[in-house]
């Protein structure tokens, strides 16, 4: 069995462990504290896994190191990096080893664009997870550019939770409340801005883009916040208590949506031209005027799906889901 | 570059091979009459596929050779199967031999269980073009099964044709009609009872269930087709003749479904305890229920994903997107 390393010990981390131990020699679990190595069995794995979802670091463990990890990676590893550190150098230099890497991680694949042509050049590193969580989104777009196809447009709702907050102001619901609901489930991050910003999504539409072999960065990527500008330099709590200022202005284009024919998603558009997140009215019988809630759809138009796209929809978040796609990519560097 | 080796040298095969030529070297292409051995130049192995084009067999061609052409297979082959033959003995021989498989063909995957685990269980055999042509089915149907997630149910409607036939009798058309009209546009094969009859689409149910480690038989499958018992061993002439007597019945059926708030489908459904190819009313706004015309989809119900299910959705049919799926395998594979 090939040996797998797994960095980054939070929830997808632990979720890879646990997918992984059938598959796997699991040579090392790493966290920002430090790291434990093998061989261990399956049970001491997953003590260890238990251990840190309660709290515990690695380096605290019995059996754990603190130091660099990669200093104690075997030769010709597996490397499943779960983190959302912007570690892009550290892992073109592991492929440079030899290593073989499949990231849950975004920010290496946005980072500066020789990296991610050095990271991803030799096929040596997948990305399944980065987009879609579990959802075969990466793979699709990789099936349509290596058979010759030439995409035309990539258009995607790509966050579970703006999803969750369209379909609320298309139910009738204020921004507000939707936006305090969307906190109160744990689906934005501590500043809701982090989502609302656009700037996850645009990542993800950066990592697609340069799939397609688009030489862009993510300043290419003409991004429109679901706040105001002036709303920037709030603190968390007044952002959280002026949010009521926000709620007539999207409850009017939702208005006005509604008058074509239409509803508002918010749309991650890629096309040769350049990509463009933002709120978009959208035909309610289109692929993504038909999507509900917090799923995430992507639909590809092709010289080859032209008339109708080619979509993948489905829940696009989540611990297992998003593991699973890294096991995926795991396998499929065997 | 790898060798790579086309059986059946139809639509598909042709764009196989077209799509192929700047990823392989091409070692043959066979057709029922013989077949073509490389070296040849790009512009000459496309002269050969024009030539077949316009109706020439490859033995027949000057560079052609009747005779077996697996004998003529360089070693450690790549070799696509476009036919629609029942070939899975020789297969199997092929893959023993150390040969790779990329399959458009889903007979040989739908014959006796041993054949099938011989033919696949080396993981030398790939398949994505045998469902839902270029649609990522069988990629995701393997994501979710090594990833561990238990699969509760597949529904997917699976056939251009009858997703057609059934969205005609949904706008008010009669079964007669639509029948005719799909037949004139040359979406059926020459006798319709071969689409109605719903074999073509338990072979992909039979696909996807054997994906999933399900030990099942083409003869475990319970099929509705489209038509009366009493109507199987009519001629074509006879059967086109006598169309309109089943246009009230199905009307009737679909009008009962509407009343519910649902629509008719031809639905393939595969659970742990069964699969069932036939008429179904299905909610109008589920997935299935939304899906208009001749487009594939299918729905994977999952541990996982078992709020709401994982949909693929697209154009299940075509040459250029059946040779693209057969491309992603053969680049897979190697």
């Not at 997918?19 to 997953?46: C, I, K, M």
């Not at 690695?58 to 590893?77: V, Y």
């Not at 499943?80 to 080893?97: H, K, S």
């Not at 509900?292 to 929809?313: F, M, S």
Request: with cysteine; proline share 5%; charged share 20%.
């Amino acid at each position: 069995m090939h040996n797998l390393a797994i960095y980054g010990f939070g929830g997808v981390g632990r979720a890879v462990l646990a997918q992984a131990l059938p598959h796997f020699t699991l040579a090392l679990v790493a966290d920002r504290s430090g790291y434990v190595v093998g061989p261990l069995s399956n049970e001491r794995w997953l003590a260890v896994a238990a251990a840190k979802a309660q709290g515990t670091t690695l380096a605290s463990l019995p059996e754990g190191t603190s130091g660099d990890w990669r200093a104690a990676l075997p030769a010709g590893c597996l490397v499943a990096d779960t983190t959302a550190e912007a570690n892009a150098a550290q892992l073109v230099e592991l492929v440079a080893q030899g290593q073989r890497l499949a990231l849950a991680n975004k920010k290496p694949l946005c980072d500066d664009l020789n990296l991610f042509q050095a990271l991803v050049g030799e096929r040596r590193t997948r990305y399944e997870a980065t987009v879609g969580a579990g959802l075969p989104i990466v793979v699709t777009t990789n099936l349509l550019r290596d058979s010759g196809d030439q995409v035309q447009r990539i258009e995607g709702c790509l966050s579970g939770t703006l999803g969750f907050l369209l379909s609320s102001i298309e139910q009738g619901k204020p921004y507000s409340s939707a936006v305090r609901e969307a906190k109160a489930l744990g689906w934005t991050e501590p500043d809701p801005r982090d989502d609302l910003g656009g700037v996850d999504v645009a990542r993800k539409a950066l990592i697609l883009a340069r799939t397609l072999g688009y030489q862009w960065n993510l300043s290419d990527i003409a991004i429109e916040p679901l706040y105001p500008a002036e709303f920037a330099d709030l603190s968390i709590a007044e952002f959280m208590a002026q949010l009521e200022q926000l709620d007539a202005g999207y409850a009017q284009r939702q208005a006005e949506a509604v008058a074509q024919g239409q509803t508002l998603r918010y749309v991650a558009s890629i096309t040769p031209d350049g990509a463009r997140i933002g709120l978009q009215a959208v035909a309610n019988d289109s692929p993504l005027g038909s999507l509900k809630g917090p799923d995430n759809l992507v639909a590809w138009t092709t010289k080859r799906y032209q008339e109708r796209p080619l979509v993948v929809r489905g829940p696009g978040a989540g611990v297992e889901v998003t593991a699973s796609a890294v096991l995926f990519d795991l396998l499929a560097l065997c």
